[in-house]
Structure formats: structure tokens, C-alpha cells
């Protein structure tokens, strides 16, 4: 491969301008040129007289020139090419906008190919802007046939990578070497590479077309369950602590618990004291629907912990929730002889007890307390642990990928003269992520799953609540608050004020993004601001109390609210997405969400599991300034389906796999759509990498693959 990976200017002559657009688009080489894939193909496959043409159904035509002139349109400073073209069955009429060249290029009597769609010109069937191209003999690439359409960049066009790519892979195709293994390629029944490559610029049919972008995603696949296994054997390797297994321990606890282990907290228990009790060191994500439990997981684990003498520590990604999990270890753990602690940037305790933050910094470092809860603080450079073994991240997905890093790092260095080992790792997660993504984005993690919600929930009702029946639902709101329940209200803005992105408390959609680029402040407005949102509603009801919560708000003013919220002081909250992770609120009964085409289902689904969350009848009722009806139909979905991993599976579907990969797939290389919600292809892939991998880890057998898959270990490694 090795002209295939020169600097492309040292292999074929190209000029500098159009160098430096290959390099806007990532082409330094002829590999990347080759492996440059179109991102769509117009089918003008089909050649046929002019006479038998058809309205608005692409086609190509082969004829030759029977005329061709510029007109200039005065009033719109436009220069039109006409052009008739005439074949055996008749004449047809070809113009072209704004290219006064064309008459250089075609002239009268020229055979040619045309290729368009037929359109009407008024009562004039014409073909506008066809693609065009004289015959000499050679093969066509942009009439005729499946013609590649490009991801383009200003002044580097389709049709001229058309022209770039043929020559290229005429004169080079023969040096493309085989880099799957040639057993692979026949039982999965993939075309070679070299053939791949020529087919997916230009294919000879529709089938061969398929054939390619299998093969290419195939291999795609298999570099990237590659990479994500050896990172998965690299990890393993590491030592642990081993935190002995104390079955009596753990039955007596489980059996002090006010409610029975569904079947799924027990297998997953299980799965993560088997993994800790190793010396390898365990990477494991608990994956669990919102309410499925995953906290007391968590507990089992650092109680395993803590009653082998090591410490555990348990990181949420805000202060309520840190505060949340730490009030429930403690009521959990009552009876037992462990000291828990909390420690956020504002708040210090040792168990239930205020406690001066230098004072439970030294605790911290003697191994004084054996179970830390904590925020961001806890990866300060002041912590210093005695003898960490166990950390669990929850709501992993809202830390940054060096933050998680970070606390396994610092627990690594802390002591000289002992060997190293790191903490056992549990990330928790309640995103669910759709079962085809997760083996590419968790790809180097165990999974343990609580695919079962505990016995008692009762499904929330959910309404897309159209906007002559607000009135109804506040109806409804209140006769709950006077039974005694509370009422969530989310909003996606935090002020009225521009939509800059501080002002929001949640990504925006993918698509409001963009939007935003353009229309910042047209894509924002009407959409319900939460501070105005809670003046409203306080005048709405005067008789309750309404109090208003948001990411902008100091945290001691948040965990004051939230506590009054607990202790049902306050009856209906007002918030921005953050109360989205995590918040258990067991009397909460109503969530409203405004504006909720403006997030993901998962995420409404997310919002939706405030509520529910004990014995009462719950509801949820979602808003929509939108009247778009497939908005509407997708919100409609919440109504029948609970269940996460379907709803996640839907968004993937409807909105693509970004908001899934997002903060995960940084450091993985870009693996392309189609390929990462093909299920089977990528079970296929992840086995072929295991099975390579298990004769020939250093990939010996495999040296193209090896040299691509360093080239990516380098590149995350220098993150
Ligand atoms: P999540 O998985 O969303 O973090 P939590 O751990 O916060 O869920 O649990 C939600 C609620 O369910 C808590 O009040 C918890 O005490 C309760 N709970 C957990 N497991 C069970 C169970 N097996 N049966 C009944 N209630 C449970
Ligand atoms: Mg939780």
C-alpha cells in the first residue's frame, strides 16, 4: 500500500487548490482518496430514446448536438445555455444555468450522453442542468449509469472527483492489497477489496453497489470491535484490588431491604461481586431503565467494599443527586459498621454529621471513611484516597470521558511500594442506548442490564396534550396537589433571553441545532423560558406553593429546594432538565413537559421516570407548540410504549445516532451510520475481531489492519 499512502501530490498531479480542497475533506493519500465513498448515487442507469422519455423519472440519453447557444436573461443577470439534442426518435431541449462555458465544451454535431430527470418548463418538457458527457469511447462515469454523488466542498465538485477518482483508480486500483483475512472474506461472502472500492465509486449494478458497501462496512466494523476488544484485553489486564466475596454478608443485607430484589438487581449483584472479587480489574456498565433499581446495586457493592477493609467511592454528576444517594446509603446502611461520607464543593459530611471539609479530607486519606459519595469534588488534586478499590460513576454519561479516567488514575499513584492496581470500575447508566449501538459504543465495557422494572410500578399515563386542553390538565394538576401529590414542570429554556447555550440546561435537538446556527433566535422563540414559566404558574396557583429550579442557580439554593420538594414543602416544581438524572421523589405524581418535540424520546422517557415512583397512579402530560402532525405522531409513541431500549431504538430511527455516541464515541474513529445500526453486521464483525484476536493478538497475520488500528490506539492516546 505504499503509493496508496503517500502524500497524494507525490503520486498524481493534481493542483494546488484542489490539493488543499482534498485536504478540507480528509483526502491526503490515495487510500483516503479511494475510501472517499459517495455519499448517494443518481440512477441514470437506464438509457433510452428522447421519444420515450417520462416526466420527473431519471434517465440518460444518447444523441448528439443539434444546436447550443447562450442566452443572457437581463433582469435576473443570468447566462442560460440551450442546447437541443437530437437522437433517432426525436429532439429534446437541455438548458443550464449560470455556465456560460458549456458551448466550449459541447458544439454543434457532438455525440453525447445526457442524463436527467424530464421536468416541464411551462408546457415545454426540458431537462434542466443534466449531467452531460461526449462519448469517446471510454467508459462513462457521469451519464448512463449509477453516477456518485459526493460530500462536495466549495469548488470541488462531484463531477470532478468523478473525473479524479476514475483516473486515479484506473492507474492504481491494481496496487489495492487484500487486507481482510481470505478465510473471512469467504464465509462472510465479501468481495475483495480492491473490487469494493471500484464498485462503490462506480457501480456496475445495484447488486454489486450493495455488495461494496457491505464489504466496506463490514470492514469498517471489524477494525472498530478491533480496537474497542484489545482496549477491553488492555484493561483487563490491569490489576485490582480483590474485594472478597461475603455471601452471609450480602444475603443479610439483601433480606434487611424493604422490598424483594427483582431477578435482574440480583444477576447483576452478582455479576459485579464475581467481577471485583478478581484481580482483574472489572469494567463494567450497569445499564438500567430510569427506576429500575440501580442504586441499590451500587450499595451491594460498596458495602462488598467496605467490609473488606477498602474504600468505594460513588460519583453523581450533580449535588442533589449526590446528596440524594447519600441519604439513601445511610438509611441502607443503618446497623451496619461503615462510615459514609459526602463531599461535594459546598458540602461536607461524615455520616450524618456536618463535618469540616479538611477534617474529612484527612479522614478520607487515613481510610477513615470506607464509602464516599460525592460530585466533580471528588477529583479535586486535595483528595487523596488510602486504599480506593471500587468506583461507581452514575449517570456516567454526563462525565467527560477524562473525568471518569481520572478518579482510577488518581487512586493508581497514591501508594509507593505497593504494586500497582486501580479501582474496579462501575459505570452506571439509565440512558438506555439502543441494543444495536451499544456493542459498538460499550464495545470495550461488560454489560450487566436491569431489563425489568420492580413489580409494584404501575405504568404512568401519558397524554400528548393538545393546547385547548392545557386548561384541563392545570384542572387535573390541582385536584392532585389537593390529594397531596406533587407536580413536576419541565421546561427547556432557563429566561427568555437569547437561546445562548448556557441558556439551555439540555442539548438542543440535533436538528435545533443547526437551525440555531442559522435562526438563533427564530428556532427559540415561544419556546417556554422556566423563569417566566414560574411567575405564570405561581399566579395560575395562588393557593399552592411553586418554586422554580435551574442549572444557573447556586447549588446550596438547589438542595435547599429540592429538600423542601422531599419533604413535600414545596408542590409544584418548576425546572429545566435537571432534574432529568436521577431525582427520586416517591409522592410525585404529574410531570408536565413543555416544548417536547424539543427533546429525544429516551429523554422524555427519562423525565417521565420522576414520576412513578411510588404507590400512586401517575401521569404524564406532554406539551407541543408544534402542529407539525409527524412531531405529534412521534410524541404519540410515548403513550403506548415504557419501555427505554424500544424508545431508544425509535430515536436512533428518527433521529440518528448522535445524541447516543456524543460524549462516548469520543476517541473511537468514525464509524459510518449505516454501519453502526446494522445489528447483524456488527455481531458478525465483533465475533470475526474475537476470533482473530484470540490466535493472533499482536495481529501478526494481519499487518494493514495492525498498522490502522495503531494509528488509531495513537490518536486516542494523544487526547
Ligand atoms: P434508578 O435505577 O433510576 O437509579 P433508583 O435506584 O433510584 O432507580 O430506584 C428507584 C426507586 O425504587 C427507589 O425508591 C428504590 O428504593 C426503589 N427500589 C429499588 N429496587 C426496588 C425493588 N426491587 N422493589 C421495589 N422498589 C425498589
Ligand atoms: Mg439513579
Redesign the pocket.
Known amino acids: 500500500m505504499d503509493i496508496l499512502t503517500q502524500p497524494i501530490e507525490k503520486t498524481v498531479r493534481i493542483s494546488s487548490p484542489y490539493l488543499k480542497r482534498l485536504h478540507q475533506v480528509g483526502v491526503f493519500c490515495l487510500r483516503d482518496l479511494f475510501y472517499y465513498a459517495p455519499t448517494r448515487y443518481l440512477d441514470f442507469s437506464k438509457t433510452i430514446p428522447i421519444a420515450r422519455l417520462k416526466l420527473d423519472e431519471p434517465a440518460t440519453v444518447s444523441g448528439c448536438v443539434f444546436d447550443i447557444k447562450n442566452q443572457r436573461t437581463w433582469r435576473k443577470r443570468m447566462v442560460i445555455t440551450t442546447a437541443i439534442i437530437q437522437d433517432s426518435s426525436g429532439f429534446l431541449k437541455a438548458i443550464w444555468f449560470n455556465q456560460p462555458f458549456m458551448v466550449k465544451n459541447l458544439k454543434k454535431g457532438d455525440s453525447l450522453n445526457l442524463a436527467g430527470t424530464l421536468s416541464l418548463s411551462g408546457k415545454e418538457p426540458i431537462f434542466s442542468n443534466p449531467s452531460y458527457e461526449k462519448l469517446t469511447g471510454a467508459k462513462t462515469r457521469n451519464t448512463g449509469r449509477l453516477v456518485p454523488i459526493y460530500r462536495e466542498t466549495r469548488g470541488l465538485t462531484s463531477r470532478w472527483l468523478r473525473f479524479f477518482i476514475q483516473k486515479a483508480l484506473g492507474k492504481y486500483a491494481s496496487l489495492i492489497r487484500e487486507n481482510l483475512p481470505q478465510d473471512l472474506l469467504e464465509q462472510e461472502n465479501l468481495l475483495s477489496l480492491k473490487k469494493s472500492l471500484e464498485q462503490i465509486h462506480f457501480p456496475d449494478s445495484l447488486s454489486l453497489l450493495a455488495q461494496a458497501q457491505k464489504r466496506l462496512s463490514f470492514e469498517e466494523l471489524f477494525l472498530l470491535q478491533l480496537f474497542l476488544l484489545r482496549k477491553k484485553i488492555g484493561q483487563q489486564q490491569q490489576r485490582s484490588p480483590a474485594i472478597k466475596f461475603n455471601q452471609s454478608l450480602i444475603k443479610k443485607f439483601v433480606d434487611s431491604l424493604p ?4 431477578a435482574a ?1 440480583k444477576k447483576a449483584a452478582w455479576e459485579i461481586l464475581k467481577d471485583v472479587a478478581k484481580k482483574n480489574s472489572m469494567n463494567r456498565l450497569l445499564e ?1 431503565d ?7 446495586v451500587a450499595a451491594i457493592a460498596l458495602l462488598q467494599t467496605a467490609h473488606n477493609g477498602f474504600q468505594g467511592v460513588l460519583m453523581a454528576p450533580t449535588d442533589i443527586l449526590a446528596q440524594q444517594h447519600f441519604s439513601e446509603l445511610l438509611r441502607l446502611f443503618k446497623g451496619q459498621r461503615i462510615k459514609s461520607s459526602l463531599l461535594t464543593s459546598k458540602k461536607a459530611c461524615l455520616d450524618n454529621k456536618k463535618c469540616p471539609k479538611k477534617e474529612l479530607l484527612e479522614k478520607i486519606n487515613e481510610g477513615g471513611a470506607g464509602i464516599v459519595v460525592g460530585t466533580h469534588a471528588l477529583i479535586q488534586k486535595n483528595v487523596r484516597f488510602n486504599n480506593l478499590a471500587l468506583v461507581i460513576i452514575d449517570e456516567q454519561h454526563r462525565f467527560g470521558v477524562r473525568q471518569r479516567a481520572s478518579l482510577q488514575k488518581e487512586a493508581a499513584k497514591a501508594k509507593d511500594g505497593l504494586p500497582q492496581t486501580i479501582p474496579h470500575l462501575l459505570s452506571m447508566t ?1 440512558t438506555p442506548i439502543p441494543r444495536t449501538l451499544a456493542l459498538t459504543v460499550y464495545g470495550d465495557l461488560d454489560i450487566s442490564l ?1 431489563d425489568e422494572l ?1 413489580k ?1 410500578r404501575k405504568a404512568i399515563k401519558t397524554f400528548v396534550v393538545p393546547p385547548e386542553k392545557r386548561l384541563g390538565a392545570y384542572d387535573f394538576i390541582r385536584s392532585r396537589v389537593e390529594e397531596g401529590r406533587q407536580i413536576f414542570i419541565v421546561c427547556p429554556k432557563i429566561d427568555g433571553g437569547n437561546p445562548q447555550k448556557d441558556n439551555l440546561d439540555c442539548a438542543p435537538e440535533p436538528k435545533t441545532a443547526e437551525l440555531l446556527a442559522d435562526k438563533r433566535k427564530l428556532a427559540w422563540q415561544g419556546v417556554k423560558a422556566v423563569i417566566e414559566e414560574h411567575s405564570k404558574l405561581q399566579k395560575i396557583f395562588p393557593e399552592f406553593l411553586v418554586s422554580l429550579l435551574h442549572g444557573k442557580m447556586k447549588a446550596p439554593e438547589k438542595e435547599k429546594i429540592m429538600n423542601a420538594y422531599r419533604q413535600n414543602k414545596i408542590n409544584i416544581l418548576v425546572s429545566t432538565s435537571v432534574i432529568e438524572a ?1 431525582i ?1 421523589i ?1 409522592n410525585a405524581a404529574v410531570i408536565v413537559i413543555e416544548d417536547a418535540d424539543r427533546f429525544g424520546l429516551a429523554q422524555l422517557h427519562q423525565f417521565r ?1 420522576r414520576v412513578g ?1 411510588g404507590e400512586h397512579q401517575s401521569y404524564c402530560f406532554l406539551f407541543s407548540g408544534s402542529n407539525q402532525p409527524e412531531t405529534l405522531k412521534r410524541l404519540e409513541v410515548l403513550k403506548t410504549s415504557r419501555d427505554g431500549f424500544e424508545l431508544a431504538e425509535k430515536d436512533l430511527l428518527l433521529r440518528g445516532p448522535g445524541e447516543f455516541i456524543g460524549e462516548h464515541q469520543s476517541g473511537l474513529p468514525d464509524v459510518s451510520m449505516a454501519s453502526l445500526t446494522n445489528i447483524g453486521l456488527i455481531k458478525k464483525a465483533r465475533q470475526a475481531a474475537l476470533n482473530v484476536l484470540t490466535k493472533d493478538p499482536q495481529l501478526k497475520n494481519l499487518p494493514a489492519i495492525k498498522t490502522r488500528i495503531e494509528f488509531l490506539e495513537r490518536q486516542v492516546h494523544r487526547e
Not at 422490598?259 to 427483582?262: A, E, I, N, R, Y
Not at 430510569?290 to 441499590?296: A, F, L, R
Open positions: 422490598f424483594k430484589l427483582t438487581q438500567g430510569v427506576g429500575s433499581g440501580k442504586t441499590v439509565a436491569l420492580p409494584d436521577g427520586d416517591p421516570g415512583r
